[in-house]
Antibody
Framework: QVQLVESGGGVVQPGRSLRLSCAGS????????LQWVRQAPGKGLEWLAG????????YYTDSVKGRFTISRDNSNNTVYLQLNSLRSEDTAEYYC?????????WGQGTVVTVSS | DIQMTQSPSSLSASVGDTVTITCRAS??????LSWYQKKPGKPPNLLIS?????QTGVPSRFSGAATGSGTDFSLTISSLQPEDSATYYC?????????FGQGTKLEIK
């Protein structure tokens, strides 16, 4: 069955960095675009970034452009989200999702807390 | 960037009722619109893709529609059940950034 498993979250100080990973299984990873979405406490869903099946195209929302970087390693069935210059407002649960159009499979999420 | 305006922000209904949530895009998104159900502590669940297409395993009580020139969409839930209590989000899938609506919190009385 299709599975996505995120890891890498934790507590980090403002201005520091973190790398989130999302490992996929149960499907041909290299055939699918993938995206990252987050939900801050008490807030709605926020789309962050997306990457094409081969990594050739990458997209970001304005609020993270220049600070976050999405990448993938199809040989290891993993997509990454590098979070730099973290701010308190980046505190959220971060999800990766498979994106054939709508986001049809999601991981369980990993929590990032930015606090001094 | 495309803006997605979802309404209402919250609603309350009884078991057996029918409710409709609407989502308006700031420009034509050619029916590239998805609906998700989000419950606390769980990831979002895709209900409908491409405005109309019900995902496998989603009850037929959920239906999607589009009106207007690829800008106006709706999610209808009929015969409401207690387990439908959740927050519902639309998302445009036409062009990045793939913005979500603000969400609609549905309470079952």
């Amino acid at each position: 069955q299709v599975q996505l498993v995120e890891s890498g979250g934790g507590v980090v100080q403002p201005g520091r960095s973190l790398r989130l990973s999302c490992a996929g299984s149960g499907f041909t990873f290299s055939r699918y675009a993938l995206q990252w979405v987050r939900q801050a406490p008490g807030k709605g869903l926020e789309w962050l970034a997306g990457i094409s099946h081969d990594g050739g195209y990458k997209y970001y929302t304005d609020s993270v452009k220049g600070r976050f970087t999405i990448s993938r390693d199809n040989s290891n069935n993993t997509v990454y989200l590098q979070l730099n210059s973290l701010r308190s407002e980046d505190t959220a649960e971060y999800y990766c999702a498979r994106a054939p159009g709508g986001l049809d499979y999601w991981g369980q999420g990993t929590v990032v807390t930015v606090s001094s | 960037d495309i803006q997605m305006t979802q309404s209402p922000s919250s609603l309350s209904a009884s078991v057996g009722d029918t409710v409709t949530i609407t989502c308006r895009a700031s420009q034509n998104i050619r029916n590239y619109l998805s609906w998700y159900q989000k419950k606390p502590g769980k990831p979002p669940n895709l209900l409908i893709s491409a405005a109309y297409n019900l995902q496998t395993g989603v009850p037929s009580r959920f239906s999607g529609a589009a009106t207007g020139s690829g800008t106006d969409f709706s999610l209808t839930i009929s015969s409401l059940q207690p387990e439908d209590s959740a927050t519902y989000y639309c998302q445009e899938n036409d062009s990045a950034p793939y913005t979500f609506g603000q969400g609609t919190k549905l309470e079952i009385k």
